[in-house]
């Protein structure tokens, strides 16, 4: 006559032995990770490309508007020592000075 706890045993260790063999065939790590999140960050290719190409862009755009306003100032102040200079020969005062 088998005791009690021999009888205990052996059911645990088939269910072991049987634990054991899902795990083997995937189903308990399957099981595991099922509930697992992963998040990956692609963070190249194209996307990286268009990015500095759109912002090297701009920057020459900058450069050059820049450039411009610089020519601009210039011009404005060459226009204004133009108006002086003909209205000291014009021995006129402009309505607009004091």
């Known amino acids: 006559m ?3 706890f021999d009888h205990e045993y052996d059911l645990l260790k088939k269910e072991l ?11 308990g790590l399957n099981a595991a990770s099922a509930s ?3 998040i990956t960050v692609n963070a190249g290719g194209i996307g990286v490309y268009v990015a500095v190409t759109c912002c090297a862009v701009m920057l ?6 820049a450039a411009m ?5 210039r011009k404005i102040d ?3 020592d133009y108006v002086t200079a003909a209205y000291m020969v ?9």
Do not use: C, M, W
């Open 17 to 27: 032995d049987r634990a054991e063999a899902l795990q083997k065939q995937g189903y």
């Open 78 to 80: 060459r226009l204004n």
């Open 60 to 65: 020459a755009v900058n450069i050059f508007l």
């Open 2 to 4: 088998e005791s009690n």
């Open 90 to 98: 014009s021995g006129k005062q402009p309505e607009n000075a004091k």
């Open 36 to 38: 697992a999140n992963t």
């Open 69 to 73: 306003l610089i020519n601009h100032d």
